[in-house]
Protein backbone atom coordinates (compact mmCIF):
# COMPACT_ATOMS: atom_id res chain seq x y z
CA UNK A 1 0.00 0.00 0.00
CA UNK A 2 1.02 3.55 -0.69
CA UNK A 3 -0.20 6.85 1.10
CA UNK A 4 -0.28 10.05 -0.35
CA UNK A 5 -1.23 13.50 1.30
CA UNK A 6 -1.08 16.46 -0.89
CA UNK A 7 -0.91 20.07 0.37
CA UNK A 8 0.08 23.47 -1.14
CA UNK A 9 -3.13 24.32 -3.15
CA UNK A 10 -4.49 28.18 -2.63
CA UNK A 11 -5.29 31.10 -4.51
CA UNK A 12 -3.08 33.41 -6.85
CA UNK A 13 -3.58 35.74 -9.16
CA UNK A 14 -2.15 34.93 -12.87
CA UNK A 15 1.21 35.55 -12.77
CA UNK A 16 1.90 34.22 -9.37
CA UNK A 17 3.64 31.00 -8.13
CA UNK A 18 2.57 28.01 -5.76
CA UNK A 19 4.45 25.28 -5.11
CA UNK A 20 2.36 21.70 -4.09
CA UNK A 21 3.79 18.79 -1.80
CA UNK A 22 3.16 15.10 -1.85
CA UNK A 23 4.56 13.35 1.31
CA UNK A 24 4.76 9.18 0.13
CA UNK A 25 4.57 6.65 2.92
CA UNK A 26 4.38 2.98 2.36
CA UNK A 27 6.52 -0.02 1.95
CA UNK A 28 6.76 0.59 -1.76
CA UNK A 29 6.06 3.91 -2.60
CA UNK A 30 9.83 4.24 -4.41
CA UNK A 31 9.54 1.70 -6.66
CA UNK A 32 6.68 4.51 -8.45
CA UNK A 33 7.08 6.61 -11.13
CA UNK A 34 5.51 9.43 -8.97
CA UNK A 35 3.01 11.88 -11.22
CA UNK A 36 0.63 15.07 -10.61
CA UNK A 37 -2.49 15.41 -12.62
CA UNK A 38 -5.12 17.72 -12.53
CA UNK A 39 -8.87 18.04 -13.18
CA UNK A 40 -10.44 21.32 -14.27
CA UNK A 41 -14.49 21.19 -13.47
CA UNK A 42 -16.28 19.61 -16.33
CA UNK A 43 -13.09 18.28 -17.86
CA UNK A 44 -11.46 14.79 -17.83
CA UNK A 45 -8.26 14.39 -15.34
CA UNK A 46 -4.69 15.25 -17.40
CA UNK A 47 -0.89 14.33 -16.92
CA UNK A 48 0.95 17.38 -16.01
CA UNK A 49 4.02 15.99 -15.18
CA UNK A 50 5.94 12.84 -13.52
CA UNK A 51 9.43 12.13 -11.84
CA UNK A 52 10.99 9.37 -10.22
CA UNK A 53 12.57 8.55 -7.48
CA UNK A 54 16.96 9.12 -6.97
CA UNK A 55 17.76 9.95 -10.82
CA UNK A 56 14.87 12.71 -10.53
CA UNK A 57 13.58 11.89 -14.28
CA UNK A 58 11.11 14.23 -15.28
CA UNK A 59 8.36 14.26 -17.93
CA UNK A 60 5.89 17.51 -18.42
CA UNK A 61 3.11 17.94 -20.33
CA UNK A 62 3.57 21.09 -22.87
CA UNK A 63 0.60 22.91 -21.28
CA UNK A 64 3.04 23.28 -18.43
CA UNK A 65 6.65 23.07 -19.89
CA UNK A 66 8.91 26.28 -18.62
CA UNK A 67 6.51 26.80 -16.19
CA UNK A 68 6.22 23.97 -14.05
CA UNK A 69 8.90 22.00 -12.09
CA UNK A 70 8.49 18.81 -10.59
CA UNK A 71 11.56 17.65 -8.10
CA UNK A 72 11.59 14.65 -5.58
CA UNK A 73 13.33 14.81 -2.37
CA UNK A 74 14.22 10.94 -1.34
CA UNK A 75 15.24 12.35 2.16
CA UNK A 76 12.06 13.91 2.98
CA UNK A 77 9.83 10.90 1.07
CA UNK A 78 7.93 14.51 -0.49
CA UNK A 79 7.65 15.56 -4.25
CA UNK A 80 6.85 18.54 -5.00
CA UNK A 81 5.44 20.72 -8.23
CA UNK A 82 6.79 24.42 -8.47
CA UNK A 83 4.09 26.33 -10.25
CA UNK A 84 4.74 29.69 -11.79
CA UNK A 85 3.68 32.20 -14.13
CA UNK A 86 0.34 30.63 -13.50
CA UNK A 87 -2.82 31.03 -15.70
CA UNK A 88 -6.38 31.41 -15.07
CA UNK A 89 -6.15 27.85 -17.30
CA UNK A 90 -4.96 26.20 -14.33
CA UNK A 91 -7.33 26.35 -12.10
CA UNK A 92 -7.80 22.89 -11.10
CA UNK A 93 -7.41 20.22 -8.20
CA UNK A 94 -4.52 18.91 -8.13
CA UNK A 95 -3.62 15.29 -7.63
CA UNK A 96 -0.45 13.05 -6.73
CA UNK A 97 -0.37 9.59 -8.22
CA UNK A 98 1.79 6.92 -7.43
CA UNK A 99 2.29 4.61 -11.17
CA UNK A 100 1.85 5.35 -14.55
CA UNK A 101 -1.01 3.79 -14.33
CA UNK A 102 -1.91 5.77 -11.36
CA UNK A 103 -1.69 3.35 -9.20
CA UNK A 104 -2.89 4.88 -6.01
CA UNK A 105 -3.85 8.48 -5.91
CA UNK A 106 -4.09 11.49 -2.92
CA UNK A 107 -7.15 13.37 -2.00
CA UNK A 108 -6.35 16.16 -3.70
CA UNK A 109 -5.74 19.92 -3.77
CA UNK A 110 -7.36 23.04 -5.07
CA UNK A 111 -5.53 25.52 -7.15
CA UNK A 112 -7.72 28.52 -7.84
CA UNK A 113 -6.26 30.95 -10.60
CA UNK A 114 -7.67 34.79 -10.65
CA UNK A 115 -7.42 36.72 -14.16
Given at each position: QVQLVESGGGWVQA???L???CAASGRTFRSYVMGWYRQAPGKEREFVA???WSRGLTTY???VKGRF???ADDAKNTV???MNNLKPEDTAVYYCAAGSAGDYW???TQ???SS
Open positions: GGSRLSAVTADSTISFLQGQGVTV
